[in-house]
């Protein structure tokens, strides 16, 4: 099994475990009577506390740049790239993408957060262009 599965494996399941958040933010919403389970049929007639609206943004990002990261790795796979600096970069990019849902998970601080999903993109664009040009 080639080495760069596994930073593709880290980021499904820190994937999974944001999902599983969601789900436990949501049914503690219902459960409490803080928003109605009709709610989230059009996603209409309520509030969601700041809990419900972190994980669900949090999930949504990361079906948005890190599906270019899994489409990289496997790019790299089918033309034989896989290295040492490949795989560097893609750890480097799971912790910064880990660092990312964290802090929009917790503190959610905007600035920490940018920086976070600034350097994993500039991560990205390296892994592309390090996948993209002759070795």
Known sequence: MSAIYYPMFAMFLLTFTVMLRNVQVRLGAVTKGELANEYFELFQGGQPSEPVLKTANN??????????FYVVLLVAMLLNRIETVVLALAWLYVGLRIGHSLVHLTL????VRFAFY???N?????LWVRVAIEN
């Open 122 to 126: 500039v991560v990205l664009l390296c």
């Open 108 to 111: 959610n601080k905007v600035p």
């Open 59 to 68: 999930l949504r990002n990361l079906f948005e740049f890190p599906v270019l």
């Open 118 to 120: 600034f350097a994993s």
